[in-house]
């Protein structure tokens, strides 16, 4: 059985840090695309970063030179380190796993922005 487990969120002031990890199992982890997706209440879900096996990053424009994606092949562990957080980054944060055919998702940890 495939699990996607997401710790690390929390609340945190603008201009806080936060870093998100996510355990796989259930799936040979190196090859695997890995994600961090988000989703605000009333927004679609949307990329945040994705890792692959070779730690080849993408990040999207909104969050690039803030958050950063790395991977642990060996702990089969995905991270997400949020700096520089704003009151627009709050939002449900999955994790993802995509290798060809087989796509697979966590079940989210919110992070909220606040003072």
């Known amino acids: 059985q495939v699990q996607l487990v997401e710790s690390g969120g929390g609340l945190v002031q603008p201009g806080g840090s936060l870093r998100l990890s996510c355990l796989a199992s259930g799936i040979v982890f190196s090859p695997y695309v890995m994600g961090w997706y988000r989703q605000a209440p009333g927004k679609q879900r949307e990329l945040v970063a994705t890792i692959t096996g070779g730690s080849n990053t993408h990040v999207a424009d909104s969050v690039k030179g803030r958050f950063t994606i790395s991977r642990d092949s060996p702990k089969n562990m995905v991270y997400l380190q949020m700096n520089s957080l704003k009151p627009d980054d709050p939002a449900v944060y999955y994790c993802?796993?995509?290798?060809?055919?087989?796509?697979?998702w966590g079940q989210g940890t919110q992070v909220t922005v606040s003072s």
């Open positions: 993802h796993a995509d290798l060809d055919q087989a796509k697979y």
